[in-house]
């Protein structure tokens, strides 16, 4: 299963979103995905340093900024 | 709804865009977007640290250096 | 209008150009620009922290290294 | 052979990745890789500076944001 | 001319190439270029803060790594 | 010769490659180049402020984090 099949078979769960740049992660639902790794999650929270720091609600991501995506367990 | 389907949708809404660098935030009114989520803002804020900085007005932002778009409530 | 049309109509006219990396500015007069933002400016200036820095000249700006593009009043 | 083959040739073994930003390296088995360089890893974890600091288990990372990739031995 | 374009006018030519990250620009012979901007410069030095670091010699530079080219005068 | 095809001539030698980020530099013996400039390393070392730190062997670098190539003189 290549790498964006994988994502694709996380949308609806909660994912972890670790971006480029100072340490930003997000947590949200992923809600959908395209080949580029864009993503759209809904109800999404921005991480610092392990700690959430705030509501984002819905958010669109630029995916070459996604550094790596994991799917939190529920 | 395709990632980028989610951000047409906020076309004449209040976006906030989080780009890459130095925690470089734009709060403005969505006129446009492309496919490489190129977008075209105007009455264009520059916010450090969540505090409005500058007043950019009419801005075109490269699509590989927004990290994260997400709707203003108004 | 897209973006990039945006950008072509500040053909002939000064803008101020953001570019990743450590806080530099540009200021010069948009020659041309391809679809990619690729920039050709002239009397380009440098900046840092707003004050004008260095004199470059005529200077070919890569576009993906572009965040943002605004037109400057005259 | 080109570099996107011998990536592929990884496959099904345990492999080192230094990501971009800062000093994020990953170990993990090599699951699938497409040409963009994006890999799917199961069993990662997340090393910082050589030490082993967080599980991630399985982990898609995306390929730009890759800068070396070698393989383990076991 | 595009931007592009406007670069094959240097070939031949000394050029002043600043690149992406901790702000180090060369300057070399302009040898060739491609679409992407990747170079080829002979006579290449680095230089750090305007000075002279490290001769490189012939040096290919990958395009979306240079921030701007500008032509020196000799 | 276009910059990729000089590259493509320093194969079977030795290479000096710059990497983005953290002032990482990799030198080894070129196997194999493609388009995107992705390289296939073998025998590579990491070099930390132009001393040798840590023996990687077998590498594949993604062309788009690669800074400058350039051939090392044996």
């Given at each position: 299963m290549f790498p964006n099949k994988r994502v694709q078979g996380m949308i609806g769960r909660k994912v972890h979103v670790?971006?480029?740049?100072?340490?930003?992660?997000?947590?949200?639902?992923?809600?959908?995905?395209?080949?580029y790794l864009n993503l759209h999650l809904s109800a999404a929270n921005e991480l610092h340093a392990g700690e959430k720091k705030r509501l984002l609600g819905s958010v669109v991501v630029r995916g070459n900024n996604v550094?790596?995506?994991?799917?939190?367990k529920e």
């Open positions: 670790e971006m480029k740049g100072e340490r930003i992660a997000l947590e949200g639902v992923l809600r959908s995905v395209d080949d550094v790596l995506i994991n799917p939190l």
